[in-house]
């Protein structure tokens, strides 16, 4: 992220405007996670996490170069493809099948461990932090999280997450750290919304070539797709890809990174009151627990981070 940025005219944007922006990276990031699940419970996971991102990168990209900004040169296309590989094969790619296996607020709550997977990479990779008491009992506050969600020997109520599913996650969270970390040695474009698009529309063809691969085409009938999931895939598309990306990079240039990086706590939240209120999944004493573990190492780490500003990767692609 970069640091924000007055407005030239001199005047701070709106309160009415911020407010809408950060609704947008709340709910509709947080809300995502449910819509992932309609879709995949009824459409190959791969194939429907390319269509989503194929035709979202699409219209990106096309806006981005019908303004008339430069696309990325011939090395700036080789990071773009192992950016798209790390994010949406590794990260999104995991995500989406491993909801087919695990509900969507839970899913939300083990992908929020990305802050600790970075910080830790940043440590042994970058050597740009160091490991305080602060930073390794978030960690490990962090680690007890994910086993309380887990754990089948826990008499904490109502069934452990799958772990096939939650090592999916964990996965995903790892790739999207490494590629986060990466990010910030990469030549890439100088335009975010020109990186951005580039990734998305990459990371959906390479996820539509690993579906061709996993066979998700044999036996898929689109006429048998319900029109909620046609629905959920055009919510992932519009708000989730293009208007939560345009809300994102507006506060980038408005708030500090900071404030705009709340999110990162904010959407697990949303995530399992929606999977609960709207998705019908469970909310035991076991999600709660594990929930507020993660969320503590989140906050811990985060506001740990922004006490030592630190060079900014690219753009990170939308929820």
């Known amino acids: 992220m970069q640091a924000a940025r007055q407005t030239t005219s001199g005047a701070g944007p709106s309160t009415g405007m911020t407010l809408l922006a950060f609704a947008m990276i709340y709910f509709v990031w947080g809300s995502t996670f449910l819509a992932i699940r309609i879709g995949v ?10 269509m989503r ?4 990168g699409l219209l990106l990209y096309g806006w981005v170069m019908a303004r008339g900004e430069r696309g990325p040169d011939r090395r700036q296309w080789l990071s773009v493809f192992l950016l798209a590989s790390l ?11 491993a909801e087919q296996r695990v509900p969507s607020g839970v899913a939300a709550v083990l992908l929020a461990t990305i802050p600790a997977f970075i910080a ?5 990779l970058l050597r740009t932090q160091r490991l305080t008491f602060r930073l390794t009992g978030a960690l490990l506050v962090g680690l007890c999280g ?5 754990s089948r020997s826990l008499r904490l109520g109502g069934a452990p997450v799958d772990r096939a599913g939650a090592v999916a996650i964990i996965a995903g969270a790892i790739s999207w750290s490494v590629a986060s970390v990466l990010m910030r040695k990469l030549p890439l474009p100088t335009s975010k919304s020109v990186s951005s ?3 998305m529309l990459l990371g959906g063809v390479l996820l539509a070539l690993v579906a061709c691969v996993h066979g998700e085409l044999r036996g898929f009938h689109p006429a048998a797709v319900t029109l909620e999931a046609w629905i959920a895939l055009a919510y992932l598309i519009v708000f989730g890809s293009i208007i939560g990306f345009t809300a994102y990079m507006w506060l980038i240039h408005h708030q500090s990174p900071t404030k705009v990086g709340t999110y990162a706590y904010v959407n697990p939240v949303v995530a399992v009151l929606l999977g609960y209120f709207a998705g019908g999944e469970p909310l035991g004493a076991r999600t709660v627990a594990g929930a ?10 985060t506001t740990a981070r922004a006490a030592q500003p630190k060079p900014a990767a690219e753009v990170e692609v939308t929820e």
């Open 41 to 50: 419970l009824q459409v190959p996971p791969l194939l429907f996490a390319a």
């Open 53 to 56: 991102f194929f035709v979202a």
């Open 87 to 97: 994010i949406f094969v590794g990260d999104y790619g995991c995500l989406f099948w």
């Open 120 to 124: 830790l990479f940043e440590i042994v």
């Open 146 to 150: 994910v086993g309380v969600l887990v």
């Open 197 to 199: 698009g580039a990734q």
């Open 292 to 301: 507020l573990c993660v969320l503590a190492s989140v906050v811990l780490i």
